[in-house]
């Protein structure tokens, strides 16, 4: 009986439940009951005297015991001191725990707060200044702390933040002053290394293949241009991408390729620190401390003299991680990799044994193939319900490219250090890794071009395929009759995906008008579909793990539309800056924006991206009005006086005596002058504008137009959007309210 996993699992469940569905209290009382159990159950022996269904009991209850105290202290001790200070505005002593990276207004980087004895790190926003910095200076400002936790409800900050162990976000206020004060201490050699690591690499090969090696080897996917990114998820070969036990795997196998037959020892001793090293380079995200501690777990137990066991070993990495913090359950890296982990370990072993005595090349071309699908079989539901896709092509991607991306990990890795030390060397280094980077991102981009390669979750028409899918490759699993079952459950997997694809298409292709209010978070993305033809106004989200022109593409994709046009309200992150992820998925003829410069936002990008795509650009200075479909666009021009949200489009889509009117980001006073000048019709659906604004959606306009329906775009952010204000107006004119941030996606549609 595996005493150690059973005891593992039992505390990993503890834990989930105290993050996502148990209060304080509850918790509290949850625990004294397991305890008490264990308890009994010990004082009874079955701990040791009894069969193994009362040993699996005893550790049962006492994992889900120590669980759920464990949490309660964790956040009784660690979180709720940081949370005490939210709000709240005072100087702060931060040693910065990493190189700063670069935002919108300033930089940002991970701190210690040195002057509050507070557990736990923090982000840190301040100004460019901090990209001059090396980790282990010091930091000393006015600073507005602010949550880390999650006000959303729907577990973004909760994966973003406390998963890694940040509690506080620290918005800079005033001047700040500066130390050198522990920069160069050996604590942080990782993050110079992995700086290192980085330059030699921008200075030994070309953009494209450099931000590639970059991805595969240090994580940083910063780099990496949307395109290939985009072709990357689309045909599953994401995760190479992201730094795990697949990279710790590669680095353990080049370890023992150099080192030959040398004895198991000096292996063990030369292999574990080193890909313990590579962990901390890398930033010691969960999924690669699992890896790590399951390759010295595994490497160690023959030296013991003891097997090992992979669901021992996996359980207990998990057990050490959520030691260290249990928020990291919340972890959406975590849950792949522990779930793609298991499948490798429960299922693999069974599909790889059918190709038991067959050619060599077989066998190997069966291992990779199953890997693959035993990864997949656990994660694809969690991966479905956190990016909303499935890539189908993911079987046929992985056995062409996994062995290729081992071998330029191995030589990527050598040619970097190579180059590191001797500079002149890095370009001839880097010829051999650089074709075989080129050959994998031409594979996925071949990949990609095929039809139904992908699966998006938005619909749910795709999620009952899903659930159809696992379901018949059940019944098949329990079965055990009939030599061809799973090809015959593959056959109609294949032909349901065509139906659930055909059906959902069909709703919009026929004739009418689909307003859908896509959910990006803070910021506005609205697509108007009508007889498969789509326009697309704005796509931009403030909310940094959001990218709205992904989600966009991807409901494009599902509904089976054409993009014809895209309409930019105006220039600001939040209406735009999706732009570029949008245009590596989605071809667009023709960009309609506004012929100013107010000084804010990225003109210059929008019209770069526009270029680089062939996408044709209509600066609006008259009313224009194009077709979509069966339904027509007005957009009319700027209006305002100064200022980017003043001088945006405004556009209004009409199919017969229904309107849709989309304002931006425009002002009550803007507002004004719109119905002033333009003779506009009394409208059903009204985008609210500047996203709740109490400066917006003011009372001449709702006199003016009477809308029906009032839709709200609308995420997580520290403006107070949408206002109490605004709300009251749209309710006093008797306005039906809906908002993206309560109910996500918002179709309307009209027939």
């Not at 990218?547 to 409901?555: Q, S, T």
Request: proline share 3%; glycine share 10%.
């Amino acid at each position: 009986m595996r005493v150690l996993a059973i005891f593992c699992a039992a505390f990993a469940f503890g834990t989930a439940l105290a993050q996502y569905l148990l209060s304080t209290q509850w918790a509290l009382i949850l625990c004294a009951i397991f305890a008490s159990a264990a308890l009994i159950m010990g004082l009874c022996g079955c701990a040791v005297k009894r069969g193994d269904w009362a040993k699996r009991a005893f550790l049962c209850a006492l994992g889900l015991a120590l669980a759920l105290g464990y949490n309660t202290l964790y956040t009784h001790f660690v979180k709720s001191p940081n949370d005490a200070l939210l709000g709240t505005q005072d100087t702060v002593e931060v040693e910065l725990l990493g190189y700063a990276e670069e935002t919108s207004h300033g930089a940002k980087v991970p701190v210690k707060i040195l002057n509050r004895g507070l557990p736990g790190r923090a982000i840190y926003y301040g100004d460019a200044d901090l990209m001059d910095l090396e980790p282990g200076a010091h930091v000393t400002a006015e600073a507005l702390f602010n949550s880390a936790t999650d006000p959303t409800g729907k577990g973004l900050h909760l994966r973003n933040f406390t998963a890694k162990g940040v509690y506080i976000l620290l918005y800079q206020r005033g001047e700040p002053s500066y130390d050198e004060a522990n920069a160069g201490a050996m604590r942080y050699l990782p993050q110079r290394i992995a700086r290192k690591l980085g330059e030699t690499i921008e200075q030994s090969y070309g953009e494209r293949e450099g931000a590639f090696l970059r991805a595969l080897l240090l994580g940083d996917k910063k780099y990496l241009d949307e395109e290939d990114a985009s072709n990357l998820a689309e045909v599953g070969l994401s995760h190479v991408m992201a730094v795990s036990g697949l990279h710790c795997c590669f680095l353990a196998s080049l370890i023992g390729a150099l080192m030959g037959g040398r004895q198991r020892k000096l292996r063990c001793a030369v292999t574990i620190p080193l890909v313990f090293l590579y962990a901390f380079v890398t930033g010691l995200t969960p999924s690669i401390l699992r890896a790590c501690i399951m390759i010295s777990m595994g490497m160690i137990a023959p030296l013991l003299g003891r097997d090992n066991d992979p669901p021992t070993s996996i359980s207990f990495a998990l057990l050490l991680i959520l030691l260290k913090n249990p928020f990291a359950i919340a972890s959406i890296s975590l849950q792949l990799s522990f779930s793609a982990v298991a499948g490798i370990i429960f299922l693999t072993p069974k599909l790889t044994a059918l190709a038991r005595g067959k050619h060599k090349l077989l066998r190997a071309a069966m291992l990779s193939f199953s890997t693959t699908l035993g990864a997949m079989v656990f994660s694809t539901p969690l991966a479905g319900y956190y990016f909303g896709t499935l890539s189908v092509v993911s079987l046929l991607s992985n056995l062409l490219c996994l062995w290729l991306v081992s071998i330029v990990f191995a030589l990527g890795l050598v040619s970097v250090i190579v180059a590191a030390a001797v500079p002149q060397l890095g370009a001839f280094c880097a010829l051999l890794p650089a074709l075989g980077i080129r050959a994998v991102l031409s594979i996925a981009g071949l990949l990609e071009a095929l039809p139904f390669h992908a699966v998006y979750f938005n619909t749910a028409f795709s999620v009952a395929w899903l659930v159809y899918v696992y379901a018949i490759f059940i019944a098949c699993a329990l079965a055990k009759r009939g030599k061809y079952r799973y090809f015959a459950a593959l056959g109609l997997a294949a032909l349901s995906l065509f139906a659930a694809a055909k059906v959902n298409a069909l709703h919009y292709e026929r004739g009418g008008l689909n307003v859908v209010a896509l959910d990006v978070g803070q910021g506005e993305s609205v697509l108007l579909i009508s007889e498969g033809h789509a326009a697309l106004v704005d796509c931009g989200s403030k909310n940094s793990y959001i990218d709205a022109g992904a989600i966009a593409a991807d409901y494009l994709r599902s509904a089976g539309a054409t993009l014809d046009s895209v309409v930019l309200t105006h220039y600001h992150e939040d209406h735009a800056n999706g732009l570029a992820a949008l245009l590596a998925r989605m071809s667009a003829p023709t960009i309609y924006l506004a012929d100013i410069d107010a000084g804010e936002g990225d003109r210059a990008g929008v019209e770069a991206l526009a270029e680089r795509y062939g996408v044709e650009i209509h600066y609006v200075t008259e009313v224009t009005e194009i077709t979509n479909g069966a339904s027509t666009m007005n957009i009319y021009p700027p209006l305002g006086d100064k200022g980017a949200n003043e001088l945006g489009l405004t556009i209004l889509c009409s199919l017969g005596d229904f309107d849709t009117l989309i304002t931006g980001d425009m002002d009550g006073k803007t507002e004004t002058k719109l119905v002033e000048t333009y003779d506009l019709p009394d409208i059903e659906v009204l985008l609210v504008g500047h996203h709740g604004s109490k400066y917006s959606t003011g009372t001449t306009l709702l006199e003016s137009v009477t809308p029906e329906i009032g839709v709200i775009s609308v995420g997580d952010n520290s403006y107070g959007h949408p206002t109490e204000e605004a709300l009251l107006r749209l309710t006093d004119a008797g306005m039906s309210v809906y908002r993206t941030d309560m109910q996500g996606n918002i179709l309307i549609t009209v027939n």
